[in-house]
């Protein structure tokens, strides 16, 4: 749990964080754009030891031989191809791989490249955006060609894993903004909790929009993440910061870790939420032209309620690069459309197509994530002194 493991950087932020916390909130509220960045005094060599704890937390980006739960990287992915195979072989049971043959090859594959193609660009560039406008709001100012070879990183170690990915992020924040290896933890944690609650927005208003979507078997799950994500935001906007300094409650507000979701402000909630929506209506398009490319008529309707369920579980930590899960969701979710065989066949094109088109952005993250790691091994180096994290 990321509370419970709370770095020595963070610590010593804690201790002159409060004031300089209200104090950037005021800015927030008049409509200035400050970075949240501040200076702080810690022992170096703590800093650069605060990536072990934010490494379990999932994915910090700091050095450290061992995964989650002690696990070794190597065994944490063979563990996930592992799941994702026997979530193939699941799926694929009772398939024709004869008619799977005949499927792919009546498919119209300059029409599935390019839906295809757009729907990753879409994904590429507002992502690309989004992280800029969110970074640029806790950091300072952040251009989206800044981040491109980190948005190239993340894309491609996705193959890899989906928690070495998200470390990125992490590293990018502390080698290139200074920020202290949990507070970037933070700030992802900050734009999931955004994901969730529009994920859990689209669900309901799909249920209520085409109540025929198999969709609707999720409105408990839509109901409840969404009144947890009302009760987390009212939370941090307006009572949290009245708790008594003895209370747990405020404890947990007061943590450097959610030093993000106490500064951020409705603008940044409605900016961020805007974007992601354009991300997913973009995704839903170019799901629709994939299944028209392979001959399956279905409702752009039906298509687009599914979309924000595709993209949950799609992206799940799980499954790597959407393998297994991919297949389970168009086999299930589309049972009524067509045959099993022409989803199955579909499937295994998204996620070929997903795989090579992120293998060449190795060519792009090499040597900016090289640098940086270089960086960060020259902390760990430095004898312990007084300095700026």
Same mark, same amino acid.
């Not at 004869?98 to 090859?105: C, I, S």
């Not at 949990?182 to 999931?192: C, D």
């Not at 929009?209 to 947890?228: K, Q």
């Not at 997903?354 to 792009?364: A, C, D, G």
């Given at each position: 749990?990321?509370?419970?493991?709370?770095?020595?950087?963070?610590?010593?932020?804690?201790?002159?964080?409060?004031?300089?916390?209200?104090?950037?909130?005021?800015?927030?509220?008049?409509?200035?754009?400050?970075?949240?960045?501040?200076?702080?005094?810690?022992?170096?060599?703590?800093?650069?030891?605060?990536?072990?704890?934010?490494?379990?937390?999932?994915?910090?980006?700091?050095?450290?031989?061992?995964?989650?739960?002690?696990?070794?990287?190597?065994?944490?992915?063979?563990?996930?191809?592992?799941?994702?195979?026997?979530?193939?072989?699941?799926?694929?049971?009772?398939?024709?791989?004869?008619?799977?043959?005949?499927?792919?090859?009546?498919?119209?594959?300059?029409?599935?490249?390019?839906?295809?193609?757009?729907?990753?660009?879409?994904?590429?560039?507002?992502?690309?955006?989004?992280?800029?406008?969110?970074?640029?709001?806790?950091?300072?100012?952040?251009?989206?060609?800044?981040?491109?070879?980190?948005?190239?990183?993340?894309?491609?170690?996705?193959?890899?894993?989906?928690?070495?990915?998200?470390?990125?992020?992490?590293?990018?924040?502390?080698?290139?903004?200074?920020?202290?290896?949990?507070?970037?933890?933070?700030?992802?944690? *900050?734009?999931?909790?955004?994901?969730?609650? %529009?994920? @859990?927005?689209?669900? #309901?208003?799909? !249920?209520?929009?085409? $109540? /025929?979507?198999?969709?609707?078997?999720?409105?408990?799950?839509?109901?409840?993440?969404?009144?947890?994500?009302?009760?987390?935001?009212? *939370?941090?906007?307006?009572?949290?910061?009245? %708790?008594? @300094?003895?209370?747990? #409650?405020?404890? !947990?507000?007061?943590? $450097? /870790?959610?030093?993000?979701?106490?500064?951020?402000?409705?603008?940044?909630?409605?900016?961020?939420?805007?974007?992601?929506?354009?991300? *997913?209506?973009?995704?839903?398009?170019?799901?629709?032209?994939?299944?028209?490319?392979?001959?399956?008529?279905?409702?752009?309707?039906?298509?687009?309620?599914?979309?924000?369920?595709?993209?949950?579980?799609?992206?799940?930590?799980?499954?790597?690069?959407?393998?297994?899960?991919?297949?389970?969701?168009?086999?299930?979710?589309?049972?009524?459309?067509?045959?099993?065989?022409?989803?199955?066949?579909?499937?295994?094109?998204?996620?070929?197509?997903?795989?090579?088109?992120?293998?060449?952005?190795?060519?792009?993250?090499?040597?900016?994530?090289?640098?940086?790691?270089?960086?960060?091994?020259?902390?760990?180096?430095?004898?312990?002194?007084?300095?700026?994290?």
């Amino acid at each position: 749990m990321v509370t419970g493991k709370i770095s020595a950087s963070d610590s010593a932020e804690e201790q002159a964080g409060r004031a300089k916390d209200a104090d950037v909130a005021t800015e927030r509220a008049s409509g200035a754009v400050a970075p949240v960045v501040n200076t702080i005094v810690v022992p170096a060599g703590q800093a650069s030891g605060s990536g072990a704890p934010a490494g379990q937390a999932g994915g910090s980006g700091a050095p450290g031989g061992r995964g989650r739960g002690g696990f070794s990287p190597l065994l944490q992915n063979l563990i996930t191809y592992a799941v994702a195979a026997a979530i193939i072989w699941y799926a694929a049971r009772g398939v024709s791989w004869t008619q799977v043959a005949d499927a792919a090859g009546s498919a119209r594959v300059w029409l599935f490249v390019a839906a295809s193609l757009g729907g990753f660009l879409c994904w590429f560039a507002g992502e690309t955006i989004m992280y800029s406008r969110l970074f640029s709001y806790f950091y300072g100012p952040t251009k989206p060609r800044e981040l491109l070879p980190t948005m190239s990183a993340v894309y491609f170690l996705q193959i890899v894993n989906s928690y070495v990915a998200s470390s990125a992020f992490v590293l990018f924040l502390h080698t290139r903004k200074r920020v202290p290896w949990m507070k970037g933890v933070g700030t992802l944690l *900050f734009q999931a909790y955004l994901d969730v609650t %529009l994920i @859990s927005i689209l669900m #309901l208003v799909a !249920i209520m929009m085409v $109540p /025929t979507s198999p969709i609707r078997l999720g409105l408990d799950y839509g109901a409840g993440a969404l009144v947890a994500a009302c009760i987390i935001a009212s *939370f941090f906007l307006l009572w949290g910061a009245r %708790l008594g @300094s003895g209370n747990w #409650l405020r404890w !947990i507000y007061d943590r $450097p /870790t959610f030093a993000s979701f106490r500064l951020a402000r409705p603008p940044l909630y409605r900016k961020i939420l805007a974007i992601r929506f354009v991300i *997913f209506l973009g995704v839903g398009f170019s799901l629709y032209g994939q299944f028209v490319s392979f001959h399956i008529p279905i409702p752009l309707a039906q298509v687009l309620a599914l979309t924000p369920f595709i993209v949950a579980i799609g992206n799940s930590p799980f499954s790597p690069g959407g393998i297994g899960t991919t297949q389970l969701i168009f086999i299930l979710g589309f049972a009524r459309f067509a045959a099993k065989e022409e989803l199955f066949a579909l499937s295994l094109a998204v996620t070929a197509f997903n795989l090579l088109v992120r293998i060449p952005m190795s060519v792009f993250m090499a040597k900016p994530l090289a640098d940086e790691a270089v960086e960060v091994q020259r902390e760990l180096i430095t004898e312990p002194k007084f300095g700026q994290v």
